[in-house]
């Protein structure tokens, strides 16, 4: 061997060294890439059915009236005939919540001209019903047809 190759094959070996060395890092690092294709981790997804520990069972209603004195008149003893119904099937005070009633003047011309016989006024009320009792608020969503009469 001569002095002047000598530096050479050390350069040469030591190139083949990194090449090897690269190339294995590469090709483990591909076989980690298409392991994680192929492999999938489900949490969570086990599926039962519970029962609920709250009921939120929200009432709407609403009154028609020519006169505005009336209207009130009648939404409030709707609101009133709906919460002794709700006290009737045992429901607490403190469960029922009086929503803000909201009044729409329907004297719009487009709207009277299409009904001249339709109330001026209608009301709309809305009680919700937020309770723990979740089978008494099934029965007396079911009982509902009561508040028609």
Do not use: C
């Amino acid at each position: 061997m001569n002095l002047n190759s000598r530096p050479f094959v050390i350069l040469g070996l030591s190139l083949v060294l990194g090449f090897a060395v690269f190339g294995m890092y590469v090709g483990r690092a591909v076989r980690t890439g298409r392991e994680f294709d192929r492999f999938l981790t489900v949490r969570g997804m086990s599926e039962r059915e519970v029962k609920a520990t709250l009921a939120i069972w929200p009432l709407h209603f609403s009154v028609s009236d020519a006169d505005l004195a009336r209207l009130k008149s009648r939404m409030d003893a709707q609101r009133q005939a709906v919460l002794a119904y709700l006290k009737k099937e045992g429901f607490e005070p403190a469960e029922i919540t009086l929503g803000l009633p909201t009044v729409a003047d329907r004297e719009d011309e487009r709207i009277r001209s299409e009904h001249p016989d339709l109330p001026r006024y209608r009301g709309s009320v809305t009680l919700v019903v937020r309770s723990t009792k979740v089978d008494l608020v099934k029965k007396s969503i079911q009982d509902a047809d009561q508040l028609m009469e």
